[in-house]
């Protein structure tokens, strides 16, 4: 079975600095690996997402991911991090069943700015 | 933003009651899935639509049923209603198509007293 593992519950960065959230995954076939975000009492942004190719993968607001095979992990950077980035990130490995492209998240990451 | 609205948008119940959840979609997806979001858990999938009367089980199914009568809604039914499913309720779409992306609504606040 598919799992996804993101090893850091919380994160605290300074504004301006870099950052980089954590993601592990686990399943058999090639993997569909996404990025969302979620702002206190909001739903989930998709941020980026990778199916297949270029393994390095931009997203919105400055966020990009590298697909790495051999780690089993895809984990997302941002160079120069926002007070407007401290949100809850969440990855999620996708696979196609019968019932379309399900989901499988990791328990999230919430990340705090400091100013 | 992707046409996706839920309602109620917050709800406070009592045990024993039953709940209806509903999806509202304007995109003409095909698919749509409710999960569940709890603290140290992530997200977990409940009950997915195929598409209209096309529905199957996901992870956590048990206590809840589901139901979908036109493309554009989803309803989750709590048919009794317990503490253990107090939980922030997500809705998402998404077009069936292959690589696709699961995109989510607004989420629905529900407190089982």
């Known amino acids: 079975a598919q799992s996804v593992t993101q090893p850091d519950i919380h994160i605290t960065v300074s504004e301006g600095a870099s950052l980089e959230l954590r993601c592990n995954y686990s399943?058999?076939?090639?993997?569909?690996l996404f990025w969302y975000v979620q702002s206190p009492g909001q739903g989930l942004q998709l941020l980026l997402k990778y199916f297949s190719g270029d393994t390095l993968v931009q997203g919105i607001k400055g966020f990009e991911a590298e697909f790495k095979r051999s780690q089993s992990s895809f984990n997302l950077r941002k160079p120069s991090v926002h007070w407007s980035d401290a949100a809850e990130y969440f990855c999620?490995?996708?696979?196609?069943?019968?019932?379309?492209?399900?989901?499988?998240f990791g328990t999230g990451t919430q990340l705090k700015v400091e100013l | 933003d992707a046409g996706i609205t839920q309602s109620p948008r917050h709800k406070v119940t009592e045990t024993g009651t039953p709940v209806t959840l509903r999806c509202h979609q304007t995109?003409?997806?095909?698919?749509m899935y409710w999960y569940r979001q709890d603290p140290g858990h992530g997200l977990r999938l409940i009950h997915y639509s195929y598409g209209v009367k096309d529905t199957d089980k996901g992870e956590v199914s048990d206590g809840y049923s589901v139901s979908r009568s036109k493309t554009e809604d989803f309803l989750l039914t709590l048919e009794s209603a317990t503490s253990s499913q107090t939980s922030v309720y997500f809705c998402?779409?998404?077009?069936?198509?292959?690589?696709?992306?699961?995109?989510f609504g607004p989420g629905t606040r529900l407190l089982v007293l």
């Open positions: 995109e003409n997806h095909r698919y």
């Open positions: 998402a779409i998404s077009t069936g198509t292959g690589q696709e992306t699961q995109y």
């Open positions: 999620a490995v996708g696979y196609l069943t019968g019932g379309g492209n399900k989901l499988t």
């Open positions: 399943y058999g076939a090639t993997p569909y």
